[in-house]
């Protein structure tokens, strides 16, 4: 399966156009992760494990949307767009949405 955030691949028309494909995953942050990522943020630095738990919702995201695209007989999905998105009580969710358009080579 090729992915591609570009609305072509050069060199390889789309045959058909089969539609959007999405894949979205919604996941929380642990208290003591914003806890710590809080000191981090005090004394500067990066906070490597929102960094993982956004890493890790961006690939099930990209991989939902990729099955999605599988089952409709795409070989490919063009034009991706990832979107993240801060979501529940007190912004306490991350949700990532990745979408595109299957296409058949």
Request: charged share 25%; hydrophobic share 40%; net charge neutral.
């Amino acid at each position: 399966m090729i992915l591609s955030t570009t609305p072509s691949l050069e060199g390889k028309p789309a045959k058909e156009y089969l539609g959007i494909v999405t894949g979205e995953t919604i996941i929380g942050a642990n208290m003591f992760k914003d806890f710590f990522a809080g000191i981090r943020d005090i004394v500067g630095g990066r906070s490597g494990s929102y960094e993982r738990v956004l890493r890790e919702a961006k690939d099930i995201a990209i991989k939902e949307m990729t099955e999605e695209a599988k089952k409709i007989g795409a070989s490919a999905v063009v034009g991706i767009d990832l979107d993240y998105e801060t979501v529940g009580a007190k912004g306490g969710m991350l949700m990532v949405t990745a979408s595109g358009t299957a296409i058949k080579l």
